[in-house]
């Protein structure tokens, strides 16, 4: 003959009632309370973007080509970065030497070109747009080249850097 006491009917009770609450909470949670239980899963943020446009590869192949398409000069320095990323480098150039620095952003938006000291080349904007910008350096002390993407810019920069 088994016996309960009323101190385990009431537990075996409340296992019962939290088991069937946990239940509902696990299959309602993901689709609002069960208002919309037949809708497919929303894509993650930003993955639509990403499939609209074209892949970092392809945009830096397309950069890079813009470049290629361009002669002269001995190859000092060359790369290709995100535009969010920008170029930033310190060439090492011989003093009263000339170079020409050719960049090209493909993509959206726009990049800004400067130099340290300011006096080694001239600001310029960058359009994402395949266009290439060209800069007449003259080696003197140490040179940094900054680009950086505005605001909202995306795509790929590419750079070279030609002894002339």
């Known amino acids: 003959m088994t016996h309960s006491s009323p101190r385990t009917a009431w537990f075996a009770g409340s296992v019962v009632l939290v088991s069937a609450f946990l239940i509902t909470a ?5 689709n609002d309370g069960g208002k919309d239980a037949h809708a497919s899963p929303s ?3 930003g993955s639509t973007r990403a499939a609209a446009e ?6 830096t192949e397309q950069a890079q080509a813009a470049l290629t398409a361009i002669h002269g000069g001995t190859l000092v320095e060359a790369g290709a970065e995100r535009v969010g990323d920008g170029v930033h480098t310190e060439p090492a150039l011989s003093k009263g030497k000339s170079y020409r620095l050719n960049l090209v952003c493909v993509g959206s938006g726009s990049a ?5 000291p300011a006096s080694a080349g001239t600001e310029a904007t960058v ?8 800069q007449r350096i ?4 140490a040179v940094r080249i900054n680009v950086d993407g505005a605001e909202g810019s995306t795509g ?9």
């Open 54 to 59: 074209p892949s970092e590869r392809k945009l």
């Open 138 to 141: 003259i080696g003197d002390k």
């Open 156 to 164: 790929v920069i590419a750079w070279r850097l030609d002894a002339m």
């Open 26 to 30: 696990c299959t309602t949670s993901g």
């Open 127 to 134: 359009p994402c747009d395949d266009s290439v910008v060209q």
């Open 43 to 45: 894509p993650p943020p």
């Open 112 to 116: 800004r070109l400067e130099f340290v």
